[in-house]
């Protein structure tokens, strides 16, 4: 009892350097268990047991860590909440209880395996009971069938959808997504899965939106950016998604990054007068951002061209041409890589750039945010004015 009373009595329980086997680590339970906050070392399988960033926070590096425990000891409200999401996934699905049942149930299978070698279970009657499962509801017991059903023959596509459904019905959204663009990857005419990905995502995001209005409402601001940006992120737009993160980064006093967030409001709400009011309001504040200050003719001609497809400032997209086509024109070797692609307008710019200055053809490669890149970490944020102050010259070294 004491160790649980040491884990329950600190603000930050590390679970470093973790030997992590397909069951799991212990102390991911034990900690969660005792309703303290979990910082972990990340591995691929964690995701199988709890949601990092809502019911446990993980790092990749010393930095990582290090930049973590700031800001969570700076955000106790976030903190806890997490823990208490962890505890409340823990109690839920691993109490001793529920281990024992799985524990009982490996152990009645390899029984059955061992009495009957030559037999496999049958997987079309695992198949039916969840479906049986499902259709009176019982989505927990339906969710574990289905994936002995998969541990058995991962290539059967209405297993995996039988587990988005149950994943779905059990209110572990990010998990049925994450899910079916599993299963759309390896089968990507299955429309009955799109349709149901399309569903899923688009009560998501309302839902989401609808939590981050109240955690506005409540001054929670860190926690109302996280689930604006998991809503975002599902690409279903939303009348108001984006002027409530514009909100956002007004109140995290990063006024450039709220006009590209209100550009992009706009770009699919031209009428939403509402966020035609505050960005009125922002010009005014912050005319520095309003077009047409910079003399390069040239930038100003791709600038009309480029405007209705991006939400970057004037200032940012010169500092991008300009570092562009120094490299280019000094013949610095190396591909041009953009993180973080909305509609498109600064991977014109760059191509322009490119197309014009560079002495030897180069690659641009251009990545969603929301797509194989790591999560946003708001402890090291950057303001994107500053981005525009730095000088090529790392760029020699490193591009």
């Not at 399988?45 to 969570?72: N, S, V």
């Not at 860190?222 to 002027?243: C, H, I, M, T, W």
């Not at 945010?369 to 010259?393: T, Y």
């Amino acid at each position: 009892m004491d160790m649980y009373r040491a884990l329950k009595s600190g603000r930050i329980a590390l679970n470093i350097d973790i030997d992590f086997g397909d069951g799991g680590n212990i102390r991911l339970f034990e900690t969660t268990g005792t309703g303290s906050f979990l910082l972990t070392q990340y591995h691929e399988k964690l995701t199988q047991y709890f949601e990092p960033g809502k019911e446990i926070e993980t790092f990749r590096d010393e930095k990582e860590l290090i930049d973590k425990i700031d800001y969570y000891l700076a955000h106790p409200e976030e903190r806890e909440a997490i823990a208490r999401r962890g505890q409340e996934r823990c109690l839920r699905d691993y109490s001793m209880e529920n281990r024992a049942k799985a524990f009982d149930q490996i152990i009645r299978k390899h029984l059955s395996l061992k009495s009957t070698p030559s037999s496999a279970p049958d997987i079309t009657a695992i198949i039916q009971q969840a479906v049986d499962n499902l259709n009176t509801n019982k989505n927990a017991e339906a969710l574990a069938l289905l994936e002995q059903a998969i541990a058995i023959n991962p290539a059967i596509p209405d297993i995996n959808y039988g587990k988005a459904v149950a994943l779905a019905r059990l209110g572990r959204m990010d998990e049925a997504i994450e899910t079916l663009k599993s299963l759309l990857s390896a089968e990507p005419n299955n429309e009955k899965a799109r349709t149901l990905l399309n569903e899923i995502a688009t009560a998501s995001v309302s839902n989401w939106t609808a939590q981050a209005v109240n955690a506005l409402n409540a001054n929670k601001n860190d926690e109302a950016f996280v689930l604006l940006n998991k809503a975002k992120s599902l690409r279903k737009p939303l009348q108001g998604l984006d002027y409530l993160r514009t909100v956002c980064f007004l109140r995290m006093n990063q006024p450039d990054a709220a006009r590209e967030a209100l550009r992009e409001e706009l770009r699919y709400f031209p009428n939403n007068e509402q966020a035609k009011n505050l960005m009125n309001q922002i010009l005014e504040r912050h005319p520095q951002n309003i077009s047409g200050r910079v003399g390069d003719s040239e930038f100003q001609e791709l600038l009309k061209l480029i405007r209705p497809y991006t939400m970057s400032g004037e200032e940012r997209l010169f500092s991008l041409f300009s570092l562009a086509k120094r490299v280019c024109s000094e013949g610095i070797p190396g591909n041009f890589i953009e993180c973080g692609v909305a509609a498109g307008g600064s991977t014109a710019l760059l191509a322009a750039v490119i197309k014009r200055y560079s002495r030897h053809p180069r690659r641009l490669y251009a990545f969603d945010s929301f797509e194989g890149m790591r999560r946003i970490n708001i402890a090291a944020w950057v303001p994107k004015q500053q981005a525009g102050e730095q000088e090529p010259a790392p760029l020699r070294k490193t591009v």
